[in-house]
């Protein structure tokens, strides 16, 4: 039998509902385009220079590396193909290179989670809890920094939450296809979206409503399709060409070490399945916050909640909402990186005949903005015949960035938030 969590969200919404959702997220993604003229950072240059900016569609799909020297499986992991594959379209029917257009689609998807948000929670809560728990997505730190680059992760989110209002809501059979195809794109945008999925199919177990896991099977595996077509690729490159990061795990951990305690493995019974994906399989380095960016609407949820149970809260939201804006104010509409002045200092190097180095992982990075001038070292011993090194980012081998510096004593910097150093004998 069909069972509800909560009523259909988005039923009967009122006008006034629907203007502060159309308000708060339209102010949210305006608020994202400030600044969007800054270069890309780090991972946005990345998949610009080799899953956007380039001849063939199919790149947005991550088939191969656009740099000889930088091996597929290093960077694969940074393709969102959902955005990769809309600002393909737009590289290749328009050509632009322009910051500002490719920032469109994840800002206007993270003013729109702000939107949906608060519209759904002012219908289920109130006013009061549905724009505290709207002001919360919106100004949260890591969703505002995420939101505001070529990254999928406000898209993902977006993509998220639209599928787990039609999960809740009624089902009919075109709603559970726009449930597969919602959750199908949440996952093409990241691929860890895929937690969506778990946790709706987790709900159905926790109610034990097995009835309704046949009705849901043709949306999963319309999600799964879509997801698979995606991403498909980039996890078979990652596990057959060694892309994971090392294991950071060791026998040296603590509750490992306490491994033969009976209450250590029943303390964790709850958590242990998660725990031991997310630890063992996926493994540290691919644990970043911001990939679990899809459950801040859920965190809003909670925020909503207890506004509505102790109206009191109301304030104090509001007030930490401001001071979240707040303290982003300072560097907001900096360059994360000085890439076009590394581009510009590469190409008056290389014009002036000099040999311009930049040390191995950097050319990724610098290819969004300048593809050719210069020549990648991979080991000290190479520095011998640079005429000048120009050191992008932090993602380099860092004994042959000291010796450089040992090499070259003048230097010039060119500033940014992780400013650029050209090194020069």
């Not at 191995?360 to 640079?386: I, K």
């Amino acid at each position: 039998m069909r069972t509800q969590a909560v009523p259909p969200p988005l039923a009967g919404v009122g006008r006034v509902r629907v203007a502060i959702g159309v308000a708060l997220g339209a102010a949210a993604a305006a608020a994202y385009l400030i600044g969007s003229g800054r270069v890309f950072g780090y991972d946005s240059a990345v998949t610009f220079a080799n899953f956007i900016a380039t001849p063939n569609l199919l790149d947005a799909f991550a088939i191969h590396s656009q740099q000889a020297t930088i091996p597929l499986a290093q960077i694969a992991g940074n393709d969102h193909v959902l955005v990769s594959l809309w600002s393909h379209l737009i590289y290749s029917l328009t050509g632009t290179r322009s910051e500002v257009v490719y920032r469109l689609l994840p800002a206007i998807a993270a003013g729109a989670t702000a939107g949906v948000t608060a519209a759904v929670l002012v219908e289920r809560f109130g006013v009061a809890a549905g724009v505290s728990a709207g002001l919360y997505v919106a100004t949260n730190p890591m969703f505002v920094e995420n939101s505001r680059d070529l990254r999928g992760y406000s898209v993902a989110t977006l993509f998220g939450l639209l599928a787990t209002i039609v999960f809740f809501g009624k089902w009919t059979r075109w709603r559970l296809v726009l449930y597969g195809v919602l959750l199908g794109l949440a996952i093409a945008a990241h691929a860890y979206a895929g937690l969506v999925l778990v946790a709706h199919l987790l709900w159905i177990v926790a109610r034990r409503s097995w009835g309704d896991l046949p009705r849901l099977a043709p949306a999963w595996a319309l999600a799964v399709a879509i997801a698979v077509a995606a991403n498909g690729y980039i996890l078979w490159v990652d596990v057959t060409q060694h892309g994971f990061l090392p294991k950071q795990f060791t026998d040296r951990f603590p509750l490992w070490a306490l491994r033969r305690e009976r209450f250590v493995w029943v303390a964790l019974a709850l958590v242990i399945a998660t725990a031991a994906a997310l630890w063992l399989v996926i493994e540290p380095y691919y644990l970043y916050p911001r990939f679990f960016i899809f459950v801040i609407p859920g965190v809003a949820y909670l925020i909503a909640g207890a506004v509505k149970r102790w109206k009191v809260l109301a304030p104090v939201v509001m007030l930490g909402a401001v001071a979240a804006a707040v303290s982003q104010v300072p560097g907001y509409t900096d360059d994360p990186l000085a890439l076009r002045q590394a581009a510009a200092a590469v190409q008056q190097g290389d014009a002036a005949g000099k040999r311009v180095c930049l040390i191995h992982s950097d050319e990724q990075v610098l290819g969004a903005y300048r593809a050719s001038g210069f020549t990648v070292v991979t080991d000290a011993s190479q520095l011998a015949s640079c005429d000048e090194v120009v050191v992008v980012s932090w993602a380099i081998e860092i004994p042959v960035r000291d010796e450089a510096a040992a090499q070259f004593q003048k230097r010039t910097v060119l500033p940014a938030e992780y400013p650029t150093v050209v090194l020069e004998k």
